[in-house]
């Protein structure tokens, strides 16, 4: 079946760095990536996605591409913001009998320090 | 405004105590959904629903059960909650359920404790 591993957090960084957030998935044919951001007290927002292999998806100064070869669509952005603490959740799509059905990730959650 | 509404925000109950968490969406959305987050497992599919009156199961349905008579809403029924179905609850609306890359759109949650 269809499975997502992120890295567990909590990842805290200082405002300004560099974020990298691992997120790697197991499926059959070709899934539907996303990248689900949920700040506190909320449900989660869609924060950006790939469809097909090469895909970048970006939003936001986020971006994640899609990595057919390794399984991979690593979640990065250059320079965060204090705003941007929150809880990211890795997810996959695929078409199956089920439609429109989300499989997502543990989440990990991110901290940034003024 | 567009939105996916969940009710009651926090619920504490006792075991066997039946209780519903409603979910109105005002966006004619097909597709609706529950999820169960639990920490280090993410989110979990409950049940799910292609449209009015088309219900089915997910990951973890036990102990759930769903209805979908109207489009805009889909109530989650726990009949006899039991402390392990103590989690933090999610409704979830898409245009399409056939069309996998249609983006899922929250309710805030239902955190619900079962002592």
């Known amino acids: 079946g269809n499975s997502v591993t992120q890295m567990e957090g909590p990842v805290t960084l200082s405002e300004e760095a560099f974020l990298t957030i691992n997120c790697t998935y197991t499926?059959?044919?070709?899934?539907?990536l996303f990248w689900y951001v949920q700040y506190p007290g909320e449900g989660l927002q869609l924060l950006l996605k790939?469809?097909?292999?090469?895909d970048k998806g970006s939003n936001k100064g986020f971006e994640a591409t899609y990595r057919k070869e390794t399984t991979s669509f690593h979640l990065e952005k250059g320079s965060v913001q204090v705003s941007d603490s929150a809880v990211y959740f890795c997810?996959?799509?695929?078409?199956?009998?089920?439609?429109?059905?989300?499989?997502f990730g543990g989440g990990t959650r991110l901290m940034v320090k003024p | 405004e567009a939105q996916v509404t969940q009710n009651p925000r926090y619920l504490i109950t006792v075991t066997g105590k039946k209780l519903t968490v409603t979910c109105s969406q005002n966006?004619?959305?097909?597709?609706m959904s529950w999820y169960r987050q639990d920490p280090g497992l993410g989110l979990r599919q409950i049940y799910y629903?292609?449209?009015?009156?088309?219900?089915d199961k997910g990951d973890v349905p036990e102990g759930y059960k769903v209805s979908r008579k109207e489009k805009r809403n889909f109530p989650l029924i726990l009949e006899s909650p039991s402390p392990n179905q103590t989690s933090l609850y999610f409704c979830?609306?898409?245009?399409?359920?056939?069309?996998?890359?249609?983006?899922?759109?929250f309710g805030n949650g239902t955190r619900l404790t079962v002592t």
């Open positions: 997810a996959l799509s695929g078409r199956n009998n089920a439609g429109n059905m989300l499989t």
């Open positions: 499926a059959t044919g070709y899934p539907s």
């Open positions: 966006m004619n959305h097909e597709y």
């Open positions: 979830a609306s898409s245009i399409q359920g056939s069309s996998y890359n249609s983006p899922l759109h």
């Open positions: 629903s292609m449209n009015v009156e088309v219900t």
């Open positions: 790939a469809t097909k292999a090469d």
